[in-house]
């Protein structure tokens, strides 16, 4: 069922209007024709009134491409840009205006997407105004890459591809070359660029209802940048995957699109349509530039990687390919103060990896990495129970801590415990002499903090050490030594990340066991009796959490009423990997007993 869009906006006829205002108040270089509502245009701050001694560079469209055009409006990039309604064309007045404000005696260059109202309106505003004595050029940027040859006039859709043209004019045109050499660059940079999208979602327009074109298991190939459907439907599918058939489609010497060959230099430019987060655009990005040096043999000279040209809250991204020469990066590498032109992405690529010197750990010499099975003491076989079981009880519970966390706090506690989890058994083969239980120790703390990020990975690497320091004092580790260690833990945990006990933190089932296992020891039960008991305090303790309002960690920012009845997600693993520990070492003893 089709739903009302969610937007922070106010009456929806009124948000290209509140976008410039909003504009250029963020960026003192920037004004605004007064116009409004029928004529919406942005342009230098540095280039009106008719006095601008370079060509002027004027692009514009539909809205909902934001941050394109006027995003892209700035010394070195475009002199004016043009706004229509959301994803409707600008009218000719408003393009006339454009050109009146900015226009000087070197001329005017238009850039515009190939797309009928963009070419009609742009090409008759073009006309009045060589009509009033103003020189002008026009270049149409149709870069589409996804559909097969058009038929007819229609032609290739413009897309992203047209920023990378934009930059290659301004910079061109600042350099204070004429309109007919601005017009060529332009010109020549347009017939080197190729691009296609990829959707996860459809965009929805201001006070209209989301479409539920797509299913939740579908993304859409090769689509334009209005909403409207693109090539294909298909699965889901990795990123790298959907990487790799766009770059094939882009480059496919069926369609040669894109005159570009193996040996090739290239720019690359990975595009989010409006919804996707940064993070997923640079894992794109991650495969994209060795797919292109790797299997195409094209050596990637820049890679710009954003928000550049969107559709409005369109969840997918785009990618660009341009042919590359040395005046093309010069023209990319000029500077610009255009806001939404990436900062930074200027001048040569070094090597992606630098390599990080680690120091060897104090508990293992370089020699002693464990080639073969080691011959465990009775306590070594223990420890070495004791540790599997708690890692493999860690690796069960995952979901569920996922689930408990993904109502008090940000969802991955399970995933954490499962990365460090299956590190400690993997690095158990190879670098804990289990027949040195603080060394032991040590290394586990080492192996959580290579891999367990956030507060947790931390706080169980601060665990480890406190615990290490207190063994490593005593050749002869008793339950006693162990029940020490326990508590010094507790304490350099609650010293550096400040919880106590009723804070509803792992400390609410760490402080109870450790008071438990003190004081079964000392009314005299044996070691194992006291470890089970210690445990079932754990346990009752992290399942205490449910009732506690909490005063550390994520879920101290989260209202109480949701926190009732869901324990806290670090207890319940702190309770778990204890309990199979206790469990195990009580099970391996009767076995070497019977």
């Avoid at 994803?87 to 900015?102: E, H, N, W």
């Avoid at 007819?152 to 004429?178: E, F, N, P, Q």
């Avoid at 990795?238 to 489609?249: A, F, I, P, R, S």
């Avoid at 945990?493 to 009723?502: E, I, L, N, P, T």
Wanted: hydrophobic share 40%; with cysteine.
């Amino acid at each position: 069922m089709a739903l009302q869009g969610k937007k922070l906006i106010n009456n929806p006829d009124d948000v290209v209007t509140e976008f410039i205002e909003g504009l250029v108040e963020t960026y003192p270089g920037l004004q605004y024709l007064d116009g409004f509502p029928e004529i919406k245009v942005v342009l230098r701050a540095d280039a009106v009134g008719g006095a601008y001694d370079k060509v002027a560079v004027i692009s514009g469209g539909g809205s909902g491409h934001e941050p394109a055009h006027a995003g892209f409006v700035g010394p070195g990039m475009l002199t004016a840009a043009v706004s229509g309604d959301v994803f409707a064309s600008p009218p000719v007045d408003s393009i006339l205006a454009a050109i009146r404000a900015v226009t000087g005696t070197m001329g005017c260059l238009l850039i515009i997407k190939n797309y009928t109202g963009d070419r009609l309106n742009f090409g008759l505003a073009a006309e009045q105004a060589k009509s009033e004595g103003y020189k002008i050029e026009m270049v149409i940027v149709g870069d589409d890459c996804a559909l097969p040859p058009p038929r007819g006039i229609a032609g290739r859709r413009g897309l992203a591809g047209t920023i990378l043209v934009h930059k290659v004019a301004g910079a061109a045109a600042d350099a204070g070359l004429s309109l007919a050499d601005v017009a060529a660059e332009a010109k020549h940079a347009s017939e080197a660029v190729g691009t296609m999208g990829v959707a996860l979602s459809v965009c929805t327009l201001p006070g209209q209802v989301t479409s539920d074109r797509l299913g939740p298991e579908q993304i859409e190939l090769g689509l334009g940048i209005h909403g409207e459907p693109g090539a294909a439907v298909v699965e889901l599918q990795t990123v790298d995957v959907v990487v790799e058939h766009v770059l094939k489609q882009i480059l496919s010497q069926e369609t040669q699109y894109l005159p570009i060959t193996r040996g090739s230099n290239a720019v690359l430019l990975i595009n989010g349509l409006g919804a996707t987060p940064v993070m997923e655009l640079m894992i794109a990005a991650r495969k994209a530039v060795p797919e292109l040096q790797l299997e195409y043999g094209i050596a990637v000279d820049r890679v710009y990687t954003g928000t550049f040209m969107t559709s409005l809250d369109m969840a997918g991204l785009s990618i660009t390919i341009m042919r590359s020469d040395e005046n093309i990066l010069q023209r990319l590498d000029a500077p610009t103060k255009a806001p939404a032109w990436p900062v930074g992405s200027e001048g040569n690529r070094p090597p992606a990896k630098f390599p990080v010197a680690v120091p060897p750990s104090p508990s293992m010499k370089d020699d002693e990495i464990l080639s073969e099975r080691q011959e465990l003491s009775k306590q070594g076989c223990m420890l070495e129970a004791a540790i599997e079981a708690a890692a493999k009880e860690l690796i069960d519970l995952k979901d569920n801590l996922n689930d408990w966390d993904s109502k008090v706090g940000d969802g991955d506690c399970g995933t954490t415990m499962y990365r460090g989890a299956t590190a400690i058994l993997e690095d158990m083969k190879t670098r804990y002499h289990l027949n040195d239980a603080a060394g032991t120790v040590n290394e586990i703390g080492s192996t959580i903090r290579k891999v367990m990020g956030g507060t947790s990975g931390i706080l169980y690497d601060i665990l480890c050490k406190a615990a290490y320091a207190s063994l490593k004092q005593n050749k002869n580790i008793t339950a006693y030594e162990w029940a020490d260690a326990l508590e010094a833990s507790i304490a350099a945990v609650s010293k550096y990340g400040g919880a106590r006990a009723g804070y509803r933190t792992m400390l609410d089932a760490l402080i109870p066991a450790s008071t438990v296992l003190k004081q079964s020891l000392k009314a005299g039960d044996d070691p194992v009796t006291a470890f089970i008991a210690s445990a079932e305090a754990a346990s009752a303790g992290a399942e205490s959490t449910k009732q506690m309002q909490a005063k550390a960690g994520r879920s101290s920012y989260i209202s109480p009423d949701h926190l009732v009845s869901i324990p806290d997600p670090g207890a319940m693993a702190a309770a778990a990997w204890y309990q199979a520990a206790a469990l195990s070492v009580k099970n391996k003893l009767h076995a070497s007993e019977s």
